[in-house]
């Protein structure tokens, strides 16, 4: 079964400051790649997602992350963040690779931003 | 656009008591999903429902658990004679889409947090 890893559990970071939420995933096969964002007090909702094509993709709120195959990373990226970007960050990867129904999530990483 | 609706947010059951958990998906939304999520956990998938149908319960506990779609209403989990363990979030999700494609693209419900006394 395919898994990630988010290696930080919490990211304090000024506001306006860059910050990178790291996340690696395991698979040796054609993969499909989530983030999600979870606000305080709401559900999650996908932040960007990566299927195929450009290494590069592109979400909500200015984030964006880079599928890097050779080092199994998928990591999350902005370069300025607000205050209002405080929230828990998901990254997801199908269970069963890209055609399994189930999303194996990690263990999430709480931003924070300092005012 | 209301969204994935849950209730109850919030949840306190002794220990052997049921619980009901309800899930309405957002509309013209046929597929429901739900998750759990343990503290200090990412979410675990628990099964996959259609309306009268479920697809996949292969992350269901084997017993004390169930859900049911039914072809009116909100999806309900239940879990019956609860334990401490069972303490956590339960989030559905729904997708207009079925399948492994639709499944991944997943719309959630601010999800219902049970507490076990």
């Known amino acids: 079964a395919q898994s990630v890893t988010q290696l930080d559990s919490q990211v304090p970071v000024f506001e306006e400051a860059p910050v990178e939420l790291r996340c690696n995933y395991s698979s040796s096969v054609s993969v499909y790649l989530f983030w999600y964002v979870q606000y305080p007090n709401q559900g999650l909702q996908l932040l960007l997602k990566y299927l195929s094509g450009s290494t590069l993709v592109k979400g909500i709120n200015g984030f964006e992350a880079e599928f890097n195959k050779s080092q199994t990373s998928f990591h999350l990226r902005k370069p300025s963040v607000h205050i209002s970007d405080t929230a828990e960050y998901f990254c997801a990867v199908p269970a069963g690779g890209a055609g399994s129904y189930q999303l194996t999530f990690g263990k999430g990483t709480k931003l924070s931003v300092i005012p | 656009n209301a969204g994935v609706m849950q209730n109850p947010r919030h949840l306190v059951r002794r220990r052997g008591q049921e619980a009901r958990l309800r899930c309405s998906p957002m509309k013209g939304h046929s597929h429901v999903y739900w998750y759990r999520q343990l503290p200090e956990e990412g979410l675990k998938f628990m099964v996959y429902?259609?309306?009268?149908?479920?697809?996949?319960e292969s992350g269901m506990p084997k017993e004390r658990f169930s859900a049911e779609f039914p072809k009116e209403g909100p999806s309900i989990l239940r879990i019956q004679q609860v334990v401490r363990g069972d303490s956590a979030a339960y989030f559905c999700?729904?997708?207009?889409?079925?399948?492994?494609?639709?499944?991944?693209?997943?719309?959630f419900g601010a999800g219902s947090r049970l507490t076990v006394l």
């Open positions: 999700a729904s997708s207009q889409q079925g399948g492994a494609f639709g499944a991944n693209v997943l719309t």
């Open positions: 429902l259609q309306k009268e149908n479920i697809i996949d």
